[in-house]
């Protein structure tokens, strides 16, 4: 498709729990951004994938996140033993090639709002 | 280290009137992308328009366009003719990976 997919749209979860995020790039679409936003302000960055393999996982925290791109599978962001501060709106995008000196087919997805409670 | 600074938290602006939105960046990299991002209030993130930074001339997309000075390291964002349907966040970005905190405008009819 056209579009970036994410799923779910909304998700709540208890403290403590674990919460999985997905994201199926446009096809054809080699690499993969995830994205956290605090309270519609803050965008950070979290990691990147170039097809299965980490291109960059510079903004991941150490503990409790983790990430894979599997072939022929949505790509997934997951959190172990959420927190309240992780409660945010997680994005993905994804782009045909590294978007360095151009933004050629670089999507955003419509995010997952994540709500820890 | 790369960053993204806009200096405007929030901004106003009559309807049918241009504004513009400031971006400063630090970069040591000689290539790059400066992109600028619309989110309105239902969260969606929409891509505006891109720099290049060794594109010659200013980036033009409908009514946006970029005030793009290099030696400066800004690229600050005008809107020409504003339309209340322009009221959202702004984020000013470069390449993928650092964005700014974001400019909130309102346009007021």
């Known amino acids: 498709g056209e579009e970036v997919a994410q799923t779910p749209k909304h998700l709540v979860r208890g403290e403590g729990q674990k919460a999985k995020l997905y994201c199926a790039p446009i096809?054809?679409?080699?690499?993969v951004f995830w994205y956290q936003q605090v309270l519609k302000n803050e965008f950070k960055f979290l990691i990147s994938f170039q097809n299965e393999n980490v291109f960059d996982e510079t903004g991941m925290p150490k503990e409790r996140f983790s990430a894979k791109c599997l072939p022929n599978s949505p790509c997934s962001l997951e959190i172990q033993a959420t927190k309240l501060e992780d409660s945010a709106v997680y994005f993905c995008?994804?782009?045909?090639?590294?978007?360095?000196?151009?933004?050629?087919?670089?999507?955003f997805g419509s995010g997952t709002r994540l709500t820890v409670v | 280290a790369q960053k993204i600074t806009q200096t405007q938290p929030g901004m106003f602006v009559q309807e049918k009137e241009a504004v513009t939105l400031d971006c400063t960046y630090d970069?040591?990299?000689?290539?790059?992308?400066l992109f600028w991002y619309k989110q309105p209030s239902s969260g969606e993130m929409i891509f505006l328009i891109y720099?290049?930074?060794?594109?010659?001339q200013n980036a033009t997309e409908g009514r946006y366009s970029l005030n793009f000075q290099k030696a400066r390291k800004s690229a600050n964002l005008v809107i020409s003719a504003s339309q209340l349907g322009d009221s959202a966040m702004y984020f000013c970005?470069?390449?993928?990976?650092?964005f700014g905190p974001g400019t909130r405008l309102s346009v007021l009819p």
């Open positions: 995008a994804s782009s045909p090639i590294f978007p360095r000196q151009a933004n050629y087919g670089y999507t």
């Open positions: 720099q290049g930074s060794y594109d010659e």
């Open positions: 970069t040591s990299d000689q290539s790059y992308g």
């Open positions: 970005a470069m390449r993928v990976f650092v």
């Open positions: 096809k054809g679409h080699s690499y």
